[in-house]
């Protein structure tokens, strides 16, 4: 290559010298001529390089046409300072525009040159395109190399980053310092750059700021709460769009408008948001990249920030999981806390891996002390049956060795403090996933000790008498089929007792049913003191109780248990301040003597109690063969009376009541017949009794009290107009609420004038329930009726009785009036209530007078009035109205 001082030739001597041409011409280096700005000289090389056709296209060109416009400025001051200063200029690198617009690469040399006389510039220019790309190629390799170095320094600083934040996530660290530990990470990978995240709230409509390490904490409060949208700032639009939102320069974007003048006065020049997302894709938050000149990110930088915020979604959405696990946890641990149920989950080595309160309340066990243990706080439990269950029977056990549910099974605990709990429980076997074997099992129970208890007072109740806790007759004819085939099977004998307390329907009457109640569990703790404890003592109801008796090897035995019974009944009972007396009537029947099952042994021990009653009571009696029609005829009658009534089968017959003075028919009483169709006239004294148990006493005693009422009527006006009619009344009439109504009833109905109805009543009915009683004989002797008592010297032979109530008439009972004249205290007792009610102003009627005798002593005695066989009997009503029609 020529020397610049080369080109200094004159210019004459390159137009006339050939040899010089023709080297010029040769020049691999393009030669230019340049004269007032334009082409004046051309070689060949300087038309290749132009890509010209000729040297005549360019001659004549201005400069600025083979010159790149970036150039042309320079070019021309260096062409005015080579024209001033007759210097060579240094060479420089320029372009050229080639004729078809090509730029290409140029070095070029210049130097002042006179041509033709006139100053020029001759240019050298070599093409260097070839040695410019090949800079260019180095430079851009280094570049890459460079790049590439920072991009595995990044690579390797992000890997590192990564795997602190998945070390963070895995060892459960809280979401707030994992998120900080993001930003703080990116910020320093990056440099420059501050990083925050924002979580979409609740609502689904705001971010919330999660972490920002290094923004200013003003700046974090103004973004914190942002709306999101489509034209929000950096992540409210990056959440609302799911997609990265770039602000390269926030000076001008108008996303920032509103947030603009906040982040600027920060500094914050540029942002970048990338959404986080979930593995379903849906948009949890953003991650906020802020640069503090404005600026777009490369693709590297864009897919580093991306691919943390998968790992940022990764550990959101496990701090989600396992609050929602957590949350979940504590409702289901809320909701077992809260149950009824005992629930309680125990391990195949018997431990307690959970218990819930209610566990805890119903087994007694202290709270808090049995998880982690075995259940010590239960000292057994047992069946239905009481039976106590093995360990290895539990049901736990069972449960787990067989792996099946035990479903509702009922079973008993004894606590700790020795109490019983019964509970209702369902075992239910635990395997883990995946595993064969039952691990635990999981037991809930119910407490049902008060149904357990109430079926057991249910059952207790089916065969006790709640009155005196005896065994009832369920229960006795159960145990009475067991002895029977025990005694059976060993050939021993065994006894049944029936025993009927005398009297005692007469006190309960007349002390009321609470005071009987009393007395009857008396007599209960008086019967159990003497009997042993093989003998069972069983309640059949009302005054019938029942012992039977086993195992006893001396037949002396049943006499003297017999009479240790009627000895502990036959001491006074004191009740409310009085003393009472009763006596007990027993019957005994013996297997295999009298039968060999229950129904006949009790048969028999019942016919044998009637015996002993009707042999004078307080007795016993063993059962004999005869004792049986009588038994069968009574069940006969008790069956019998039930229709009676409505039959026709009853009939009253009236006895009259004679004047002593006179000996004229001043009354009537009515007594009761029953014209049984197969058993003829039965006694009112069999079925009276039966009638009162029954309670058929009630309707009987009106149908008596109308027949009587409407007889005396038609006496009165056919033949005696001041006859008086006297009708019985039970105590059990008494209990009956219409009583008053009936008999003002019938006196209206019949006609008859209320004085001269007289009711009979015994003295046993005055001491009953005065309170009830006085109303109701108030109300009658209000209507007129007028009240005797019957039976007079009996029983308790009160005055005060007589003082209380409207007693107008005393009848002496026959049994005393039979001892006249003969026995003395009968005569003495007789004189007594004479003077008695004379000095009381009542009337007295002598009954069951048979003979003269008795009547002469009735009249010097001073009784007004008799009745007895000796004048009359009890007749039919067409026999009296013959007695009366004969002015008898
Ligand atoms: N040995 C003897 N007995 C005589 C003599 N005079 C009368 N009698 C009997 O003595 C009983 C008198 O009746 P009571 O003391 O009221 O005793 C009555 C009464 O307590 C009850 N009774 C009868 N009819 C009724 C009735 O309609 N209602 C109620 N509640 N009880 C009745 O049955 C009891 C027995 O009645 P009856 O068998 O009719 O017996 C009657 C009568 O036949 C006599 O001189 N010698």
Known sequence: MASTQNLSLPAETLANDDRYEMLVQLSPDALYLLQDGK?????????RLLKAQSVEELLGMPMADMLHPDYLAKSEARVAKMLSTWKQAPSIEQKYMQRDGTAIDVEVRSAPFMYLGKPAIQVLARDITARKAAEQALHLSEERHR????EATRAKDSLHHEKIILEMIALDEPLKDILREVCLGIEWIVGQIC??????????????????????EAYVKVMNGMAIGPQAACSGAAIFLNQPIITSDIASDPRWEEFRGDALAHGLRACWSVPIRAASGAVLGALDAYFYEPQAPGREELNFVSNITHLVGVAIQKDRVERSLQESE????????????????QSRDGT????????ERILRLPSGSVIGNKLLGVRRMFTEDGNEISQEDLPSRVALRRGEAILNLTMGVETAEGATVWVSQNVLPIRQAGEQEVSSVLISFTDVTAVKEAQQRLKFL????????????????????HALSLAQRQNHRIALMFLDLDRFKHVNDTIGHEAGDQLLQTVTSRLSACIRETDTLARLGGDEFVVLAEGFDDPEYLTSLAERILSAISEPFRLRGYEYYLGVSIGISVHPDDGDDGMTLLRCADSAMYAAKESGRNNYQFYTQEMNARSQRRYHLEKNLRHALSTGQFVVHYQPKINLQDGKIVGAEGLLRWNHPDLGLVSPEDFIPIAEETGLIVPIGRWVLEQACRQAATWRRDFAPDLRISVNLSPRQFQDDQLVEV?????????????????????????GDTDKLKPMFDALTALGVVFSLDDFGTGYSSLSYLQRFPISNLKIDRSFINGIPSNRDSVALTQTIIAMANALTLTVTAEGVEDEQQMRFLQEAGCCEMQGNYYSKPVAAEDFARLLAAGR
């Not at 809260?338 to 989950?345: K, P």
């Not at 307690?352 to 566990?359: L, R």
């Open 147 to 150: 790049q590439a170095a920072l």
């Open 330 to 345: 504590e409702r289901y641990r809320s909701v077992v806390n809260c149950l009824a149920e005992g629930i309680m989950v």
């Open 743 to 767: 008999i003002g009833d019938l006196i209206r109905e019949t006609g008859l004038p209320a004085h001269a109805l007289e009711l009979e009543i015994t003295e046993s009915l005055l001491i």
């Open 39 to 47: 082409l004046v000289y051309v070689n060949n090389a300087g038309v």
């Open 462 to 481: 089916a065969t006790h008498d709640t009155l005196t806790g005896l065994p009832n007759r369920a229960f006795l004819v159960e145990r009475l089929g």
């Open 195 to 216: 990083c925050s995240i924002s979580l979409l709230d609740a609502g689904g409509n705001h971010i919330q700021v999660v972490a920002a390490p290094s923004l200013p």
């Open 352 to 359: 307690i891996v959970a218990c819930n309160p209610s566990a």
